[in-house]
């Protein structure tokens, strides 16, 4: 049955094709994607979805295909892009710039592959509406906004995706990342970490450079804290388990002979177990309280933590169940497993949010043959990975085999004709 809801995949690869070239050319983002999910929408609507709704969760799009009696199936795709330069050479590269959530004007990429998540969702859908004989049920497509900051699902979710719309009894995504186009990735169970990110504000005393006596300098807390911190892994993290932290902004004062009367971190997280998320977290706290309390700062450091998503799960049976469709249909050569990923997705707050499962595999999206040396080898952090200015998958075989991915898991799980 698969093979004939993709067999009209062909007279519609050039112009998704197109499509993908468009949207990595306009990258929008976080919350800032009107352009994209208006084509997005666009394109639903002219697919003949039943119900096609925008700016859920601000950006978001959300499609309701009705079929007949059966399952509610959910497939999801993110959209927004990165504040990266670009840096590939594409004739449709990016030469974008927007505006961040901090006022700073910045180059605007589509670095993590979320144009190709989007394009080949809208392909899936398109295949699965002109085959509604073979199958029953209802689909429900959500084009997601805001995965970078780790708010688009939870937005979707605060603003009543599941009251507005059918619940679904199965969550179903996907993610381009450094394999081999053409192949597919996955694993079971915690496949990428939960993701915490908080600012710190450690309070000192400022004063002259040359009388440090005379002050309380928040610079050397901030260095003690930072090297402190280093050691929650290594001494309070349990050795079976697996954790991350780390410091990707300190900043503090304007001249070199001043002591400021403050230090900033930007601290982030990354963890995939409840016990151990609660540890860390409690961990970053206290050693900043303490050595705050050391340094003899007057006032307590301040706390702000943002950009929370939860550990992806991909359950186990249901995971099974997708994978050996892929099987099917691939081929059991071009499906690879794969361990657990540091990087996080905020996906896996749907499925939590409803208490169902969620579905979640990887596909390539490098050039076949040179990737497949690179994995053999050993050598494949050396290729152009998510988030860097260099990284952009190839258009085939990655949208079809993406495309296709979709429509396999889908007909998986919806019911029969």
Known sequence: MTSTVTEGLPQIREDLADFYRDLHRHPELSLQETRTAALLARRLRAGGFDEVVEHVGVTGVVGVLRNGDGPVVMLRADFDALPVEEKTG????????????????????????????????????????????????????????AEELMVGARGMVDDGLFERFPKPEIVLGQHVG????????????????????????????????????????????????????????????????????????LQAGTKDNIIPDTAELGVNIRSFTPAVRDLVRAAVERIAEGESRTSGAQQPPDFTWFASAPALVSEPEATNTTVAAFSEHFGAQRILPMPQVNAS????????????PTVFWFWGGLETEPTLAALTAGRIDELPANHSSAFAPVIEPTLSTGVEALVVAALTWLGKA
């Open 90 to 145: 594409l004739p449709y590269a990016s030469t974008a710039r927007g505006v961040d959530g901090d006022g700073h004007d910045v180059p605007v990429m589509h670095a993590c592959g979320h144009d190709m998540h989007a394009v080949c969702l809208t392909g899936a859908a398109a295949l699965l509406a002109q085959a509604r004989d073979r199958w029953s049920g209802t689909l429900l497509v959500v084009f997601q906004p």
């Open 178 to 249: 450094p394999l081999p186009a053409g192949f597919i990735g996955y694993g079971s169970g915690p496949v990428m970490a939960a993701a915490d990110s908080l600012n710190i504000t450690l309070h000192g005393r400022g004063g002259h450079g040359s009388r440090p006596e005379a002050a309380i300098d928040p610079v050397l807390l901030a260095a003690n804290v930072v090297t402190r911190l280093q050691g929650i892994v290594a001494r309070e993290v349990p050795a079976a388990e697996s954790a991350v932290v780390t410091v990707g902004r």
């Open 345 to 356: 997705e905020d996906v896996g707050v749907f499925g939590e949010a409803l208490g169902v």
